[in-house]
């Protein structure tokens, strides 16, 4: 019994480090495509509808909440479960396949815009 429980608690803190790795992998990847503003010759297509992407994406039943601060504090949920935002699969969504998300202030979540690199 003791054995497993040892092997539960560490099961649950692995995947919480995952997670925080990728929230940093996907701020790096941001950064690398984008940075915090698009590039002088990139084209600003608008604001980016979270609420939209979590209910095509997930289903219906979900809708976005603001778990964290910051841009990466977006969540999709139904009440009982949250699942992830990707940011540029929803620009993708909303406009078209080669729509990248960036965000012009970490801090405010509501600072999400999508572009196209030019």
Not at 88 to 94: D, I, R, T
Request: glycine fraction near 12%; charge should be positive; aromatic fraction near 12%.
């Amino acid at each position: 019994m003791t054995t497993t429980a040892k092997h539960t608690s560490t099961t649950k803190l692995g995947k919480t480090w995952l997670v925080r790795l990728h929230a940093v992998m996907a701020a790096t990847t941001l950064a690398a495509c984008f940075g915090s503003t698009p590039t002088a010759d990139a084209t600003v297509l608008g604001g980016l509808n979270i609420e939209s992407y979590c209910q095509k994406w997930h289903g219906g039943t979900y809708h976005a909440a603001l778990r964290w601060k910051g841009v990466h504090g977006w969540r999709c949920t139904n009440g009982n479960n949250d699942r992830g935002v990707n940011f540029s699969q929803a620009c993708g969504m909303q406009y078209g396949n080669h729509a990248t998300a960036f965000y012009q202030d970490y801090n405010n979540p509501y600072s999400w815009r999508c572009g196209r690199p030019g």
